[in-house]
């Protein structure tokens, strides 16, 4: 199995890789990465094929009413319930060019029923196509 982890901007990014069934090339990969030690993305798949995003937040948050949202290039974008969740698992299964960000991010509910993205603009746990690139 192989690891590996980097902290890049704010951001701790962590691989793995290892034989766990029929994917692609007979591989299932796994790369995580969170955003200010807050909003994390642990992305499945093999090659360009990504096959389930779980997004979580910290449990600080754990009493706020939002959604988590995933999204990639093309305007690809799907939304989980609106609850307090402090995860959500995306089936994707779905393939992405090369080179591509997948990106999750959660979306809190005002007082007034408009929502703000949890930690600003720039709030996204993205990881890449292919998934755990060599």
């Known amino acids: 199995m192989k690891t590996r982890a980097l902290a890049l901007a ?10 766990v069934g029929p994917a692609v090339a007979g591989t299932t990969d796994t790369e995580v990465v969170c955003y200010a030690n807050a909003l994390c993305n ?14 979580w937040r910290q449990l600080s948050e754990t009493g706020a009413t ?19 969740e ?3 698992t995306f089936v994707l299964n779905r393939t992405f060019p090369n080179g591509s960000l997948i990106c999750v991010s959660f979306w809190r509910k005002n ?3 408009s929502f703000t993205k949890f930690k600003g603009v720039n709030g996204n746990a993205c990881t890449s196509v292919p998934i755990f690139g060599a």
């Open 10 to 19: 704010g951001m701790v990014v962590a691989a793995t890789s290892g034989l």
């Open 42 to 55: 642990r992305s499945t798949g093999g090659g360009q094929t990504v096959s389930t995003v779980y997004a």
């Open 66 to 84: 939002g959604f988590f949202e995933v999204f990639g290039p093309n305007g690809f974008k799907r939304t989980g319930p609106t609850d307090q």
């Open 86 to 88: 402090v995860d959500h």
């Open 111 to 113: 007082a007034d029923g």
